[in-house]
C-alpha cells in the first residue's frame, strides 16, 4: 500500500521536472517582455528558479533519495500555453499581460505544490526538508506579488490603454489598477 512518504517523493519528482523545465523556459520570456521591469523581474526569478533546483536536490537527500524528475504534465502545458500566447501577442501593446498571465499561472501551480509539500514534510517529521520547502514556497509567493504589481503597474494599463476602440473595458482596467483592491473589484464589476 502506497503511504505519504510515497506520495511526498512523487510529487518531489513532479516539481524537480517541474523547476527545470521552468529553467528553460524563463530565459524565452524575459526576451519576449517588451517592459524593462518585467524583462527584470524574470531575470531574478530565473536565479532563484535555478536556486529551487538546488534546493529540490537537497530535500531528495534530506530523505537519503536520490533526485529524480518525473515529467510535470501541467507545467509542461503551461508552458506550452504560454509560448502560444506569447507568439499570438508578439508585437502587441499586450505582450506584456500575456507574457504576466502565463507566468503566474505556472507561479499558482508552484503556490499549491509546494504548500502540499512543506504540510506533508511536517507531517513525515523532517524538518530540514519543510525549512527547504518553504523557503521555496516564500520566493514562489514574493515573486507572485511582484508580477501582480508590475501588471497593475503598467502592462494592463498599456493592453487596455492601446485597444482604444473600448473605452469601458480601458476605465475598467485603470480603475482595477488604481484603486484599492477590494474597492476597484467593486467598481469595476459595477461598470459591466
Ligand atoms: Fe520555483
Not at 524537480?16 to 527584470?40: N, S
Not at 508552458?79 to 506569447?86: H, M, N, P, Q
Not at 523557503?135 to 507572485?144: C, F, G, Q, T, V
Request: glycine share 8%; proline share 2%; charged share 30%.
Amino acid at each position: 500500500m502506497k503511504i505519504l512518504k510515497d506520495l511526498f517523493l512523487d510529487e518531489l519528482a513532479d516539481m524537480y521536472d517541474a523547476e527545470q523545465r521552468i529553467v528553460k523556459a524563463l530565459p524565452k520570456m524575459a526576451k519576449a517582455a517588451t517592459c524593462d521591469d518585467l524583462k527584470g523581474a524574470i531575470e531574478a526569478h530565473l536565479k532563484e528558479t535555478e536556486g529551487h533546483v538546488k534546493k529540490l536536490e537537497q530535500v531528495f537527500q534530506a530523505f537519503h533519495e536520490k533526485a529524480k524528475g518525473k515529467t510535470c504534465e501541467a507545467t509542461k502545458g503551461l508552458l506550452e500555453e504560454g509560448d502560444e500566447i506569447a507568439a499570438e501577442f508578439k508585437g502587441s501593446p499586450a505582450i506584456n499581460a500575456a507574457l504576466i498571465s502565463a507566468a503566474q499561472k505556472v507561479e499558482h501551480y508552484e503556490i499549491a505544490s509546494y504548500g502540499c509539500l512543506h504540510e506533508w514534510a511536517g507531517l513525515l517529521g523532517n524538518a530540514k526538508a519543510a525549512r527547504l520547502l518553504v523557503e521555496i514556497l516564500n520566493e514562489e509567493k514574493a515573486a507572485d506579488e511582484k508580477l501582480t504589481a508590475l501588471a497593475r503597474a503598467s502592462s494592463n494599463e498599456e493592453a487596455f490603454g492601446e485597444a482604444g476602440a473600448d473605452a469601458d473595458a480601458a476605465d475598467a482596467g485603470k480603475m482595477a489598477g488604481k484603486v484599492p483592491p477590494g474597492k476597484g473589484r467593486k467598481l469595476v464589476e459595477a461598470s459591466r
